[in-house]
């Protein structure tokens, strides 16, 4: 905070910043002026040479930076998911991980990151619960302001996102979410509010849906007067990618840049706009100046110096994706057996299993995807850190109900042919997809010389037996394997959705008997036709792969008896991305194919049953009392599997603590991510996560902030002075730990309008076996306030609060009264 201090406007630096955007912007003419608004491509806007101004290079966020390619060409380090990082309650260590994505950034020419993610896990249903933080937005706000100002002081602009509401991904495009004033702002707004107090984001994403009744690209309320007005936001908002819809609406309602280019709602028609009478010149001037700043900002407007002039020291990614791995998973359940708590292993062998342990899913789907150079998967780091001979490894079960992408043995190209059947140009693919967005085509491929493209390479099976092919994407497709052709026509759409060749299913369309260890030719040919309802060029197809389906229950049989053979049994639990996407919300929360009776009947033949749960949101674990151990790694990122071996081995303990509550479908309070009639309303009001599951007296699975570590802890004392809460506790076991000191605040009078109890503030303490410690935690007034509908204002409620600290919103320990 101190640096965000040492940077508020009026600073010297920001002066000279301001009249350099000044000067530029006098010399723009209209026509160059809304040019600057509209991407001139899929991630950047255009350079303006005449005010020395380079093109501004935007890039896709939050767990890694991907840089202008959908291609695996130009690694990148890959975080663990969002959901991981809130996870570690820890804001210093999401700066660090910042630290690292703005040098991501800047090797990658990358000046502004598409991220953080700072919804709110409303519905344990949304999609993209993994890509965002948490249901608690004061713990959502602590790490979204330790990322921006981490990315930020490496010289890099963040965009938070979505801008708001952006809670669920059904009906993205056009959902209209009904939310209360006094909803939006102690829940949804408040971690964008939080992030602009204290970290000063240099930019802002308008989300795709509406809010009571208006789309957030042209939220005049939301944006001019609550975000820049109230908060006083001072950088760039840039629509989510093909959210603006009109021109004058959007730039008098606060819309500075329409992304992607060349065809937006920008640039010439805004020009025109301004000449017909419909928008005033000071609207366009007023985002242009935004722009400007931001530009000034990451130095790339000549004459303007930069904010950040020496980037902060190199950080060893590798190390940090481990760290944050390891800080971030939870350990939900420890029981003893044989006189000792499961974790950390006891020397002996281990029965690993789980399709999921040796192909590891370490990211979330969607545009969050990065490709990282390598991937630790458990199997990897276990047999790294385990002595030989000490582990054994079963699948058990396949998750993969569907077919998967074309990742594990395929190695193609994507090669382009012009009509004339002549070769224009190749590009790489990453796990059999071709992902071409607007100008993000191979060096020779035009949209006017493509015509066709064929991916092309080589299969190597791990498996002998029937391998099912598929394809994913609209169009004429032709597939062939092993010199034969499976499929030669068109596979047709199922639902209009523009992005139906990401997010929809894949089509099978072919079974081939192949040889493991032999390498068989693979290709798949596709006639390019660019979608009508995208006002955007895209190329995208995939080729879709499943091994052969062994019979499941002798999979099973299989892990049970290597399990009932060792002293320890793992097993690996996962989600797929048919799960946990963008694009689409989930249906239930079970794991997918038969992954329970996997551990159910691993459990029965081993007491000593540890399971991994590798998923990026919450699952339900209906076993979970009869196993040993359970231990949430989430979305590990690529040294995922390094991280769970430094966890299960002991050599460090696992730092997580739940940023949301876990729990089965039937039982959560707030479910609902379909729209009736165009409309979803949040008619639980401020009541989601701990807040709902409070009110309907409901027990969850694992409550918010739970988590274990390898020590105990007692809590001796909890004083308030102030706004200072002092929590003294001791570590009362055998080695040294982290404790990450919870405090919850409940008014003593029951209110039926407020929730039983909220955190308040949080800090983590270290301690050796037997030392104590003191945590400081500072409890902010807006803990005291709520949002007045009738005053439009905050109000700040008096009376007796009891403040509690302890271990989690069900485990509190210690607690004392105060009057506010
Ligand atoms: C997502 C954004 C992302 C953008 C660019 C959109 O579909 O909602 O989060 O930054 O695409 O990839």
């Known amino acids: 905070m101190a640096e965000a201090a040492q940077d508020r406007t009026g600073d010297t630096a920001d002066r000279a910043r301001e009249a350099a955007v000044e000067a530029a912007l006098g010399r723009l003419g209209l026509d160059a002026k809304a040019s600057l608004l509209s991407g001139q491509g899929m991630w950047s806007l255009p350079a303006l040479p005449e005010i020395g101004l380079e093109s501004l290079v935007m890039s896709d966020g939050p767990i890694g930076v991907r840089g202008v390619h959908w291609t695996a060409d130009d690694p990148s380090v890959a975080l663990p998911s969002p959901t991981a990082l809130a996870a570690t309650w820890d804001p210093e260590l999401a700066r660090r991980a910042g630290v690292l994505l703005a040098q991501e950034a800047r090797r990658k020419g990358v000046h502004v990151l598409l991220a953080p993610t700072v919804n709110l896990h409303r519905s344990p249903l949304g999609g993209r619960h993994f890509e965002a933080y948490s249901e608690d937005p004061y713990l959502t706000g602590r790490i979204g302001t330790g990322y921006v100002s981490g990315v930020q002081s490496g010289g890099v602009g963040t965009t938070v996102k979505h801008f708001v509401a952006n809670d669920a991904e059904t009906d993205r495009f056009t959902v209209d979410n009904v939310v209360s004033e006094r909803a939006l702002r102690e829940l949804y707004l408040a971690p964008f509010e939080a992030i602009v107090e204290n970290a000063r984001p240099w930019g802002i994403m308008t989300a795709y849906n509406s809010v009571n009744g208006t789309t957030m690209t042209e939220h005049r309320y939301l944006v001019n007067e609550v975000l820049r007005g109230e908060w006083g936001f001072d950088g760039f908002n840039v629509s989510d990618w093909m959210a603006a819809r009109s021109t004058a609406d959007a730039i008098t309602g606060g819309l500075d840049v329409a992304m992607p280019g060349p065809q937006t709602v920008y640039g010439p028609a805004l020009a025109q706009a301004v000449r017909d009478g419909d928008v005033p010149e000071s609207a366009v001037d007023a985002a242009v100046r935004n722009v400007l700043r931001l530009a000034a900002r990451v130095g790339i407007l000549e004459g303007a110096g930069p904010v950040v002039t020496e980037p902060p020291a190199d950080v060893d990614g590798e190390a940090l994706a481990r760290e944050t791995a390891r800080r971030s998973f939870v350990l939900v359940r420890n029981e003893e057996r044989g006189g000792a708590p499961a974790l950390p292993l006891r020397p002996g062998t281990v029965a690993l299993a789980g399709a999921a342990a040796r192909d590891a899913r370490v990211l979330g789907g969607g545009s969050a995807t990065v490709f990282p150079a390598h991937i630790v998967s458990p199997l990897d780091g276990l047999t790294a850190a385990l002595p030989e001979g000490a582990l054994t490894y079963a699948l058990g079960a396949d998750p993969n109900e ?127 036709e660019f979608p009508a309802n995208i006002p955007m060029k895209v190329v995208g197809f995939a080729l879709a792969h499943q091994e052969p389906q062994r019979d499941a229950d002798e999979l099973i049989a299989e892990a049970v008896e290597a399990a009932r053979a060792a002293d320890t049994a793992v097993v690996v639990v996962a989600t797929t991305d048919r799960v946990e996407s963008e694009g689409f919300d989930r249906t239930d929360l079970r794991l997918p194919g038969r992954q329970d009776d996997l551990v159910r009947a691993v459990a029965a033949a081993n007491p000593n049953t540890v399971v991994v749960v590798n998923s990026g949101s919450p699952v339900e674990l209906p076993w979970r009392e009869d196993v040993a151990a359970v231990l949430l790694s989430w979305f590990p990122g690529q040294e995922g599997g390094a991280a769970l071996a430094d966890v299960l081995t002991g050599a460090h303990e696992p730092g997580g603590r739940l940023p949301t509550t876990w729990g089965s479908l039937a039982d959560a309070p707030v479910v609902q991510v379909t729209p009736a009639n165009g409309e979803l309303p949040y008619t639980e009001g401020v009541f989601i996560g701990y807040r709902a599951w409070e009110r309907a007296g409901r027990t969850p699975a694992y409550a918010f902030g739970h988590g274990l570590g390898y020590t105990d802890w007692e809590y001796e004392s909890v004083e308030a002075a102030g706004s200072t809460v002092t929590v003294r506790l001791r570590n009362s076991g055998e080695r040294a730990g982290r404790e990450v000191v919870q405090v919850y605040l409940a008014p003593v009078e029951a209110d039926a309008e407020r929730p039983a109890r909220w955190l308040a503030g949080f800090a983590a303490v270290e301690a050796g076996p037997g030392d104590s410690a003191e945590a400081v935690v500072e409890i902010p007034r807006r803990a005291f306030e709520i949002w007045d509908e009738t005053a439009g204002g905050w109000a700040f409620v008096k009376g007796s609060y009891e403040i509690a600290a302890g271990r989690s919103l069900a485990d509190r320990r210690v607690s004392t009264i105060v009057e506010a």
């Open 402 to 528: 569907e077919l998967a992408v074309a990742d594990q043995g395929f190695t193609l190209n994507a090669v382009c042919y012009d009509a004339a059947g002549a070769v224009v140009g190749t590009g790489s693919s990453p796990n059999g997809q071709v992902q071409w967005m607007g100008d993000d085509l191979p060096e020779g491929v035009t949209h006017d010389n493509l015509h066709s493209v064929e991916l092309t390479g080589t299969f190597t099976p791990r498996e002998s037996g029937a391998h099912t092919f598929g394809i994913k994407g609209l169009g004429t497709f032709t597939l062939t394997v092993d010199n034969a052709v499976h499929f030669d026509g068109v596979q047709g759409a199922e639902k209009d959705d523009p992005f139906i060749s990401f997010f929809g299913a894949p089509v099978e369309r072919a079974r081939v008997e192949l040889t493991a260890g032999q390498t068989y030719e693979v290709s798949l040919r596709y006639v390019v």
